[in-house]
């Protein structure tokens, strides 16, 4: 601190250096003489360096303590060597969105110029400033947002897998499994999150630091003590990964329903503890074995960022950090609150402000203001309504949680993911509205953006009409009721998810293609004895801290995969699942084709591409007529993938925290086992105890909307079949294209990418991100994104690139206090509130459901006795 206090009261902006006033000299004879010249040489000299240090600051994108650290580092590296780190950080971060364009260009002006290296002396400044990039790159992080809440320093001495945080952990994997599926089926759903474990974990272990008795024993010459003293920021984390694989409830669990229930398939035996067990922890062990093996190519690069776990870090280092150096926001105002109480001033007014949009005014949530005015006007809804309509309003909502909707938090995800996903929903757009108003696939008979299925009568779809008692297909009663039909949005949809599996794999091709050679030969060497590390771990300051602690063996991680693997082959095949053991290693090698290219993206921009759609199509395409198979196949694919990602985000996690592997592996192997035992028992006791669960009628709303969803899908997919909906002769045959013009966008960027290699905008065009943009429709619209847009760039254009030291400072820690507060405040809300029905009934609390926003207009409408599509018996 003491160099804080000699230095000016900001951080992140250069102190302004007063010019020294005239002052007099006496002489003799009372005559006064003005400053002598070598004051004012000094005085601009010393304004001459800040303004250097400013553009350096500015240029390299760092505040000024990472500059003063760094400076230090810089002045050993000799010109070769930082050529040398230069060559290795331009391939990895050429072509990467979040390393700052101006560092690249500079570093592309050093290596390419060779009067650089001939005479040295001719640049000093540039050359210094590659010292000190070489500096950053290699003592820290390159990436400002890291900088700002992650540490580049450990000790090792510091306690984090004690008594007390597994003790704390485990009751928090307890207790939010169990709420989290008691609640589950209900209509609507609550679920605590783990940053509620987070936020209540921090007090709960002071006090059992300040009450708990310095008492334990000595195991493996390790001493194990009820209180080994102060709370540790690596407990806290440890304690905040297991919270945060047990939350979700195992997917399997919509398999168990819908087959035991007897409104669905009536299958007694999927009452049966030891079949539920295992299904459930195969897909969530797969997953662990998938991230395991897939660390050195998601977890250890630098590149891969993981925005969601910066917010994390960052509250979990406002609990656990003293230091408190003011910073410079706007109008020159210095801001000196600590992170903490930031964070506790923002969690209490956004604990206070959701009760608005969320209990007392519903319509600030739903802020669909140009209905008001014409609430049964079509046209006017169609375009700017937010329940059933395309959310073109440009202020569509006063609730930050609408912003949240698919973690795509605008303080959290870097500026070009929200601004590429923006595009994409405004090109989709006029997609979905062309489809709508040209009638194109009958979509003016319905909804223009509804995630239903419907019939040709423009009815909801009934399945029981196209299967028999059983729930297998019915070719006679199909043949004699109707295909199915969807939504404009939902057309729209489907086209740019086929559209979204292509781009991804051929982005990490051509984007990625080196790293991932680099991740395959760490893959190989970690099955040596002696393993060189590669290139972009040296470089990386957390891998060379981590390798202070053991590492875990690649064999644990597969005896881990082969064990869930064992799992779902006896499930499948020890009870009368008329499915094949083969869905498990098909599902899985969908699973391990794109665990990788969308692990990549999602560290990178945020954006997850889940597998769902590729599963349903895939599988049902394999097992047609068969939804079990289907719904298997679904798991194995989509479900495994999507838990090795969350699996590596919670490696990064530990990674920049510098938890031991080791701890870190049997941390999330022991919670998610509990977690899952805790499931399968309410899961067991809400089939027993609950009257008439999942239907209309059930006890405490429990109606399983999401059980009902998945049977939809599960017979559409399965037991109807893809053949039939998307085959050559089906009636969305053509929204196939989506596949090609997945890859053809990519390849477009990547070629003028190669022809235009200096252009900024470029650098920050994401395809697979525009493309992600076109899966935000039915029954989202472009009112939950728009938003975030002007929203980013406030915070990662104007504040980071101006105030570097107070948007480092407060960034993360504001997106973690309005994510606190809105969990505690909805679950205040659900139990002392919604959960007795204690409802306002006013008209702020209904003037967002009227007209067209009730029930969505439609286009076109049939005569009594009509329908649309094809004639009866043109179909089959």
């Known amino acids: 601190m003491a160099g804080d206090e ?441 909804p223009v953006n509804t995630n239903r299925v419907y019939d040709h009568f423009g009815r909801l779809y009934n399945i029981s009409m196209a299967t028999d008692d059983h729930g297998l297909f019915n070719q006679e009663k199909y043949s004699a009721y109707s295909p199915p039909f969807l939504g404009a949005g939902n057309v729209v949809i489907y086209m740019f998810f086929f559209g979204i599996y292509t781009s991804t794999l051929t982005y990490a091709a051509l984007y990625h293609r080196h790293e991932i050679i680099m991740g395959f030969k760490a893959l190989t060497n970690s099955f040596r004895k002696k393993t060189p590390m590669q290139e972009e771990r040296v470089l990386d300051v957390h891998s060379r801290l981590m390798k202070a602690y053991p590492e875990v063996p690649e064999w644990w991680y597969m005896i881990c995969l082969a064990v869930a693997i064992a799992f779902g082959i006896g499930g499948v095949m020890g009870w009368d699942t008329h499915t094949s053991p083969g869905v498990v290693f098909y599902g899985l090698a969908l699973s391990v084709v794109f665990v990788i290219p969308v692990g990549i993206i999602k560290s990178m921009t945020g954006i997850e591409v889940t597998l769902n759609v590729l599963a349903e199509f895939v599988g049902g395409s394999l097992v047609d007529g068969n939804a079990l198979a289907m719904n298997f196949f679904k798991s194995f694919g989509y479900v495994t993938c999507a838990h090795a990602i969350w699996f590596c985000n919670d490696l990064k996690l530990a990674h920049y925290v510098k938890i031991p592997p080791r701890q870190t592996f049997f941390a999330q192997i022991v919670a998610t086992f509990i977690s899952t035992v805790v499931c399968i028992g309410v899961l067991n006791f809400q089939m027993d105890a609950i009257h008439g669960v999942c239907t209309p009628d059930a006890q405490y709303k429990l109606t399983c909307p999401g059980v009902n969803t998945f049977f939809t899908a599960s017979v559409l997919w399965g037991t109807v079949g893809p053949k039939k909906t998307f085959g050559h002769q089906g009636q969305y045959s053509a929204t196939l294209i989506g596949f090609p013009l997945g890859v053809l966008i990519v390849v477009f960027f990547w070629a003028l990418g190669k022809k235009f290699p200096h252009s900024t905008w470029l650098r920050q065009i994401h395809p697979v991100a525009i493309m992600y943009g076109g899966i935000v429709w039915a029954p989202y619209n472009m009112s939950y994104v728009w938003p975030s847009v002007p929203i980013a760039y406030f915070s990662w254009i104007y504040l980071k690139s101006r105030f570097l030291g107070l948007w480092s400072k407060y960034n993360f820690v504001l997106s973690a206090a309005w994510s606190c507060g809105i969990a505690i405040a909805g679950i205040v809300i659900f139990f002392s509130l919604q959960y007795t029905e204690t409802d306002l009934d006013w008209w702020g609390n209904q003037v967002s459901t009227k007209g067209c926003e009730a029930h969505g207009c439609r286009l076109k409408h049939l005569a009594p006795g009509e329908y649309f599509g094809p004639r009866m018996g043109d179909f089959s």
Not at 166 to 181: D, E, H, K, P, R
């Open 6 to 446: 000699k230095r000016a009261a900001t951080s992140g902006a250069a102190e302004e250096v007063p010019r020294p006033s005239a002052v007099s000299v006496n002489k003799s004879d009372d005559t006064s003489e003005p400053f002598s010249y070598d004051e004012d040489d000094r005085y601009f000299y010393a304004t001459q360096q800040q303004q250097l240090q400013t553009a350096t600051e500015h240029d390299l994108n760092v505040t000024e303590d990472d500059l003063l650290e760094a400076k230090e580092l810089a002045s050993q590296y000799t010109l070769d060597e930082v050529r040398d780190i230069m060559i290795r950080v331009r391939r990895i971060h050429e072509k990467d969105p979040n390393f700052p364009s101006t560092v690249i260009q500079k570093i592309k002006a050093f290596l390419d110029n060779e009067s650089v290296f001939s005479n040295p002396e001719k640049h000093q400044h540039l050359i210094q400033e590659m010292k000190l990039e070489a500096a950053l790159v290699t003592s820290n992080s390159p990436y400002a947002e890291v900088r700002a809440v992650v540490s580049n320093k450990d000790d090792v001495k510091t306690p984090c897998s004690t008594i007390r945080s597994w003790t704390i952990g485990l009751f928090f994997s307890l207790v939010l499994a169990f709420i989290n599926q008691l609640f589950d089926i209900r209509q609507p759903a609550i679920r605590v999150m783990a940053n509620v474990a987070q936020l209540l974990a921090y007090p709960i272990g002071k006090a059992a630091e300040d009450w708990l008795p310095d008492r334990g024993f000595t195991l493996c010459g390790v001493r194990h003590s009820l209180n080994p003293g102060p709370f540790s920021k690596k407990e806290h984390m440890l304690i905040t990964i297991m919270a945060n694989v047990a939350y979700n409830t195992p997917y399997t669990n919509y398999i168990i329903w819908v087959q035991y229930l007897p409104q669905y398939f009536d299958q007694a035996y999927a009452k049966e503890v030891g079949y539920q067990l295992l299904i459930a922890l195969a897909t969530n062990f797969i997953g662990y074995g998938m991230a395991g093996i897939c660390r050195r190519f998601l977890v250890y690069p630098s590149y891969c960022v993981w925005p969601a776990s910066l917010v994390t870090i960052a509250l979990n280092s406002a609990f656990h950090t003293e230091a408190n150096p003011p910073v410079e926001g706007p109008f020159r105002k210095v801001w000196r609150i600590s992170r903490i109480k930031f964070f506790y001033v923002m969690f209490a007014a956004m604990f206070v402000w959701f009760w608005f949009p969320n209990y007392i005014w519903v319509g600030l949530s739903k802020f669909n203001w140009i209905s008001w005015i014409a609430p049964g006007h079509r046209d006017v809804n169609v375009i700017t309504g937010i329940n059933h309509g395309l959310g073109v309003n440009p202020f569509p909502t006063w609730d930050w949680n609408v912003l949240l909707w698919d973690s795509a938090d605008p303080l959290m995800v870097p500026f070009f993911s929200t601004l590429n996903r923006f595009i994409g929903v405004f090109a989709s757009f006029w997609v979905v509205l062309i489809f709508w108003y040209k009638n194109v696939y009958n979509t003016g008979y319905l």
